[in-house]
């Protein structure tokens, strides 16, 4: 049985062990009366280290560290004596409780984290190209920036993500972890054919949801255009699927890097149909 597998099981353990609990406590006599907060905080453990990373890419103390001081947090602000036990081994056995969910769902965000990981070297594997991921770049970013205010020479931007009709044919093709390694796959493939049309001095990254960056140095708004028109032909050549592109210039429409890349990303969103650059052109003047 894989980790994945594993963490599965024992998280749906978990909280079938505190759904039983639950029904125990509403009987007349409970077995042990745990208290209201202690049920809806060992559920809402769960979901939030899955979907948020901060609690999760850190030592699992950190996590069990922080859900212990707010249950610590809870029993002194809420006053549980009239609707739970306030036996010390009751108290003791919840927190004992919580901790083991803390720590089951940090394993499953780590094998979750694990298995996408993995699906992504395999999709990069098989379609390598040059992107780097938009997060770790902004050392390259920022010396870019800097080159361009300091000789006043133009910098242009073209945001590159799949056009949603695609994203629609694959959600049928297949389901779960099939639909999600196709649409891996197929980003990078898109990837490598943007990597094939743009320019050796172009740099090319990816953002946390598989959107592509290119970031264009001595590149006006006519030029990136053109550069737009050719990424959205070759994309099509090679995959047969279509991107919708958004572009944005420096200094012209925007003074720093996070500005330029909100501006191309909200054009990406609303561009018109693929291809239809000359449109695409107008806006970006407007």
Known sequence: MTNLKKSLFWIAFYLLIVLVFGQLDRSDKPVINFAAYFYLTAIFIVPVMIFVPSLHKVSVAVPMFFWGAIYFALLRIIDRANTASMNVEVIVL???????????????????????????????????????????????????????????????????????????????????????????????????????????????????????????????????????????????????????CGVASFPDEALTFDDLLFLGRDRSKHSPAPGNFVEIKEQAVK
């Open 94 to 244: 919840e927190v004992v409780i919580l901790e083991v969910g803390v720590w089951l769902s940090y394993q499953l965000a780590v094998a979750i984290e694990g298995s996408e990981s993995l699906m992504d070297i395999l999709a990069q594997g098989t379609f390598p190209h040059r992107a780097l991921e938009l997060d770790s770049a902004s050392e390259q970013i920022k010396n870019e920036f800097a080159r361009s205010r300091r000789f006043h020479r133009p910098l242009s931007l073209v945001v590159v993500h799949a056009f949603p009709k695609d994203e629609e044919v694959v959600r049928e093709m297949l389901k779960s972890l099939q639909r999600d390694m196709l649409a891996r796959l197929s980003n990078a493939r898109i990837g490598q054919a943007v990597g094939e049309a743009i320019r050796q001095t172009d740099l090319l990254f990816m953002d946390h949801i598989g959107r592509y960056i290119v970031l264009c140095p001595e590149t006006n708004m006519e030029s990136i255009v053109f550069l737009a028109e050719r990424i959205s032909q070759t994309v099509e050549e090679r995959t047969g699927l279509q991107v919708n």
